[in-house]
């Protein structure tokens, strides 16, 4: 087993992802490439919500167990160091199972009922019954996931900062009712805004596997261009001789994100004149993308399954002693039994 990762005098930061499968360019930009670059100046906790899966996938769990594996191999092909991070899964960290418990007997149910995603997610998933205690009570298991690391920021996107909120919330509540030595024992944690550039998929909706229009980091080169060749485009040029604009088509909109500053010129000066063809710009854009996507693929390449369950098995007992250290504080505050060590 390899040593814990002496990064503790750098602010602490975690972050974690469901295991929906294969991810998609869209969960690349908007999580992955700011986890990697965040791995230079800070002590980073990334974890697969697998326990976050059951809330809305309770009924089939069959995929679960493959899920974790390629979500793994997808964090590892993006560039996380198992050397410079501590990458784990929920499920195999057991405070996680703890905390939540401590945590849902001071949380009301009113801040539950608010939370924007969750009337979001019923009227979405209207195939799915989620008029579940676990479902409702999903953000406390977050905030459980944030606060047992005690992390100085949780790094998100612009549209996730109110689940940051809701754990600082809950956190504040417990400090309330319960302290050690009269000092607080969950600080909270703070917004680290992310850039989460739009990225539209191949139907010209953000992408989403949900919309099943995803170009995934696995991908290979004729399949990435094929995908390509068949995404939307300006609606207003119909034919070659029309005019178009790459502000709005989802094709400029990959350009934006992935091209150069020299091919992004190109696209605008050629489609706003009709000097190039759409299928010319899409073979550009499939260009930038098979660019990014080579080196990640690579990388994905030199790891085994095996290899992988050894660095979550590592990962999780690591995080399961940082998370241990958070839950001795956590029982003395509320005056419970302590059982270290019996939980790792
Ligand atoms: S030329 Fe490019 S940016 Fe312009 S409409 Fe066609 S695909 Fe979109």
Known sequence: MSEPAKLSSRPRVLSGMRPTGKLHLGNYMGALANWVKLQDNYECYFFIADLH??????ADTSALASNTLEVALDFLAAGLDPARSTIFVQSMVKPHFELPLYLGMITPLGWLERVPSYKEMQENLTHKDLTMFGFLGYPVLMASDILLYQPEFVPVGQDQQAHVEI????????????????????????????????LPGTDGR?????????IQMTDPEPVVRQKLKTMVTDPARVRRTDKGDPDKCPVGDLHKVFSTAETLAKVYDGCRTAGIGCIECKGWAADALVNILQPIQERRARFSDAQVEEILND?????????EQTMVQVRSAMKLPSSTGASL
């Open 315 to 323: 990962g999780s007992f690591r995080a399961a002693a940082r998370a």
């Open 53 to 58: 899966a059951l809330t809305t996938d309770f």
């Open 206 to 214: 953000k992408m989403s596997k949900s919309y099943g229009n995803t």
């Open 167 to 198: 754990t600082r919330e809950i956190a504040r509540r417990f400090n309330q009712f319960y302290k050690l030595w009269e000092q607080e024992v969950l600080p909270e944690p703070k917004v680290l805004l992310t850039p989460s550039p739009k």
